[in-house]
């Protein structure tokens, strides 16, 4: 099921039946849009702390009660490696943590058959230098981010939708300036970020204003999900099933075809 990103923000984690935290945010990879991590604030607001939980230890979300189970015991939680999450997380606090928790490095390649995994166990006493993965991105920091296209103001980056099975950035949400189009947002596909400025807070599309203006409205209190997808939304401005124009932008077909600025 597609979902708002920014819904599942302070959804309760448990564990074994007990709520170990909130969660505050996600770390995703701006290659990729795979949510890396949930940043999740456990403990009062006394003695509060933030961890990364990654989404393998996930269950199946509790929609109707706004709770996400993991598999994981308080104490896993409890004792896991701390982290400032108003920093960039470094390889080094990556490597301990995932070591912590027993989680496959998801930066390693695939293991090929007969290798052993990588063994949980207590946390190493690494040291955590303060350079951080450049790809691995805070949710939070994206939204209200300003769009450009065709290098012109456009809009803001308003929220993400997100595929609850595997964890992905499935879409961003914009917002059109008024100009465009008053109040309204649209869906588009990360295909369609063509650089993403982080000094300039700054989200460049590969895609003319016109087809912008063109775009059908994203309506939040509907469900976002492929049934919708193919019966309504062409979020290009084109007929369902129509191939890209001649002239018309072309969008790369893999993450690894486009570039990701920081300037």
């Known amino acids: 099921m597609f979902r708002s990103l920014t819904s599942l923000y302070g959804y309760a984690l448990t564990a074994a039946g007990a709520e170990i935290g909130t969660v505050h945010n996600f770390f995703f990879d701006d290659t990729r849009w795979n949510i890396r991590y949930l940043v999740v604030e456990t403990g009062s607001w006394l003695r509060s702390r933030k961890v990364l939980i990654d989404p393998v230890a996930l269950g199946r979300p509790d929609f109707a009660h706004r709770s996400l189970p993991v598999s994981l015991t308080p104490d896993q939680v409890r004792n896991s490696p701390d982290v400032d999450t108003e920093k960039p997380v470094s390889r080094r606090f990556q490597i301990a943590l995932h070591q912590h928790f027993g989680w496959p490095r998801y930066w390693m390649p695939e293991p090929v058959l007969g290798m052993t995994p990588i063994p949980a166990g207590p946390t190493p006493v690494i040291p955590i230098n303060e350079e951080g993965d450049p790809h691995l991105r805070g949710a939070r920091e994206i939204i209200g981010y300003s769009v450009l296209s065709s290098g012109a103001p456009a809009g803001?980056?308003?929220?993400?939708?997100?595929?609850?099975?595997?964890?992905?950035?499935?879409?961003?949400?914009?917002?059109?300036?008024?100009?465009?189009?008053?109040?309204?947002?649209?869906?588009?596909?990360?295909?369609?970020?063509?650089?993403?400025?982080?000094?300039?807070?700054?989200?460049?599309?590969?895609?003319?204003?016109?087809?912008?203006?063109?775009?059908?409205?994203?309506?939040?209190?509907?469900?976002?999900?492929?049934?919708?997808?193919?019966?309504?939304?062409?979020?290009?401005?084109?007929?369902?099933?129509?191939?890209?124009?001649?002239?018309?932008?072309?969008?790369?077909?893999?993450?690894?075809?486009?570039?990701?600025?920081?300037?």
């Open 156 to 263: 803001d980056v308003t929220d993400f939708v997100l595929d609850d099975c595997k964890w992905i950035i499935r879409r961003l949400v914009i917002a059109l300036d008024d100009r465009l189009s008053r109040g309204r947002e649209i869906l588009l596909r990360p295909s369609a970020v063509e650089s993403i400025s982080w000094k300039s807070e700054l989200v460049v599309l590969d895609l003319s204003r016109d087809r912008l203006a063109r775009c059908l409205p994203y309506d939040p209190a509907l469900p976002v999900n492929r049934v919708r997808e193919i019966r309504r939304y062409d979020f290009y401005g084109r007929p369902v099933g129509q191939s890209h124009s001649a002239h018309g932008p072309k969008f790369p077909k893999h993450q690894s075809e486009r570039k990701v600025y920081r300037s």
